[in-house]
Nanobody
């Protein structure tokens, strides 16, 4: 079965850091562009970040720009989302998604409206 698995979620204090990992199961992430999304309680899902299959192009939602960093670890078939200076409003379930045709623009962040593979999510809680 082809799917993605997120890990690394948990409870962190405001101002703290956390790194999420997205691993592929049953397929390789080569050739797939990746999007990170999150959904806070009572809110709609929103795009957070994206990275192209090459790893050379990344982009971010304004709400996380300068605090989050996305990267690829092709040797381990994973994608990482490093989160720092976390705020209570970052509390959400975080999802990674992969699609070969999703366009991650370097100039304007546009979350993917259709992604082929999704993970089940990892809960991040920012609270003192």
């Amino acid at each position: 079965q082809l799917h993605l698995v997120e890990s690394g979620g948990g409870l962190v204090q405001p101002g703290g850091s956390l790194t999420l990992s997205c691993a592929a199961s049953g397929f390789t992430l080569d050739g797939y562009n990746i999007g990170w999304f999150r959904q806070a309680p009572g809110k709609e899902r929103e795009g957070v970040s994206c990275i192209r299959s090459s790893g050379r192009i990344t982009n971010y939602a304004d709400s996380v720009k300068g605090r989050f960093t996305v990267s690829r670890d092709n040797a381990n078939n994973t994608v990482l989302l490093q989160m720092s200076s976390l705020k209570p409003e970052d509390t959400a379930v975080y999802y990674c998604a992969a699609d070969p045709t999703y366009y991650c623009s370097a100039y304007r962040f546009i979350p993917g409206s259709y992604m082929k593979y999704w993970g089940k999510g990892a809960l991040v809680t920012v609270s003192s």
